[in-house]
């Protein structure tokens, strides 16, 4: 799951890095992408820090 997460995070990443070239930064697309791009963020950051916490 990890391994997919982290893939689909650098897609959107990727994909909001080409907007930014192309496009106004309050484009609709654009901050969808964005708020996208935040919960995958978010929800990797859960996981890292549960399995940080699990280790000990």
Do not use: G, P
């Not at 106004?24 to 995958?40: T, Y």
């Amino acid at each position: 799951m990890e391994k997919k997460l982290l893939k689909r995070i650098e897609e959107l990443r990727k994909r909001l890095n080409k907007f930014a070239l192309t496009r106004n930064l309050i484009d609709h697309e654009v901050v969808e992408v964005s708020q996208q791009l935040d919960r995958l963020l978010n929800q990797y950051q859960k996981i890292s820090t549960y399995q940080q916490l699990s280790f000990w």
